[in-house]
């Protein structure tokens, strides 16, 4: 049950005063480049292809649709990236608002901050390519999508969280000792990944569910 809290109260920060306009200016970021850069890739890539008759359309309509489904499929993984650099900014009004109660984290530096962005985004990207061939099997393919981001993203995340309150060994530490909650959460936010269009938003429900997580697991929160 208490899994189950962590994941609706983190989708409501989504939608709610938390991170309601920061989640329209990721969303609207990603979906604009996502769609610019399948627009470059049907106009003047596509067109390239050599054959003609209806052995070059066939070809043609086959590269459109597969420059499609890749969008699909790398849509949250761009948003990652271009979110990521305002998940601290996410953190810190998911602690003010929902544990006003509470000491808040001490916010990253720029750098720590774009490092953990790239982080997330350059290690889920190729290892979500080379998964990519795996996807044309349906049960088999979903599931080592959902298993291999639910183990990225639940580590990377967290650690984001965490980083706000202690240092980094104690951050990695806690991270060991509350693996299987950390996996769980990773699940669900693979799962996420894999909704239309919410998959945009993918950072921060990531980030808000972590941030909830760590304040459920962290025995006590003195800020770095």
């Known amino acids: 049950m208490r899994g189950a809290a962590l994941v609706l109260g983190a989708a409501s920060d989504v939608f709610g005063q938390p991170l309601r306009g920061i989640g329209v200016l990721c969303a609207g970021l990603a979906i604009t480049l996502i769609v610019g850069l399948v627009w470059a890739a049907l106009t003047y890539l596509v067109p390239l292809i050599p054959w003609q008759g209806w052995v070059g359309f066939g070809a043609e309509a086959a590269a459109s649709v597969a420059v499609v489904a890749l969008a699909v499929v790398l849509a949250p993984l761009v948003a990652m990236i271009l979110g990521g650099v305002l998940l601290d900014v996410a953190a810190g009004r998911v602690e003010r608002l929902r544990f006003p109660d509470e000491p808040g984290g001490k916010s990253l530096a720029l750098p720590q901050a774009l490092a953990a962005a790239l982080r997330i985004g350059c290690v889920a990207l190729p290892l979500n390519l080379l998964a990519l061939p795996l996807m044309v099997v349906p049960v088999l393919g979903l599931a080592v999508y959902w298993l291999l981001n639910g183990y990225l ?16 060994p104690e951050a990695a530490a806690l991270r060991r000792k509350s693996w299987g909650a950390i996996f769980a959460a990773g699940l669900c936010l693979a799962v996420w990944m894999t909704i239309p269009v919410l998959n945009a938003l993918t950072p921060l429900f990531g980030i808000a569910l972590m941030v909830r997580l760590h304040k459920a697991v962290s025995p006590a929160q003195t800020a770095a």
Do not use: D, H, K
């Open 153 to 168: 993203l639940g580590r990377e995340y967290f650690s984001l969280a965490a980083l706000r309150f202690r240092p980094w």
